[in-house]
């Protein structure tokens, strides 16, 4: 069976999807002061890191939990949601059939969990 990773068109196209996505996040004035200050060169390598190993990769991520990773940034799920959004926009953007987005969204989903801040 292929995998996710690969059905997308691997790392190039995992690279682009990413730099899509950040572009539109950036734009977005309820999303973009969460990464006031942030090294996004490195966010953005750590993503397809990320995305690779979690879509069936080559790659291996060694990074922060995503739990650690967002910690105290006060995240609401409505800004979560609008991520998740962004991400599945940038997808289909890219040419990644609809079926398969909404794949890579379902596995995104149960992320919410380590990524909205309980209270907010």
Request: no cysteine.
């Amino acid at each position: 069976m292929t995998s996710i990773y690969e059905r997308i068109g691997g790392q190039e196209a995992l690279i682009g999807v990413v730099n899509d996505f950040y572009e539109r996040v950036l734009a977005d004035p309820g999303l973009s002061g969460y990464f006031t200050g942030s090294n996004m060169t490195r966010l953005k390598g750590r993503q397809v890191e990320y995305f690779a190993a979690a879509l069936g990769g080559p790659n291996h991520y060694d990074g922060l939990s995503m739990k650690d990773a967002h910690r105290g940034r006060g995240i609401d799920q409505a800004a979560f949601d609008r991520v998740a959004q962004l991400l599945s926009d940038s997808l289909l953007a890219a040419g990644v059939p609809e079926t398969t987005t909404k794949e890579i969204i379902d596995a995104v989903a149960p992320l919410s969990a380590d990524i909205v801040a309980t209270g907010v």
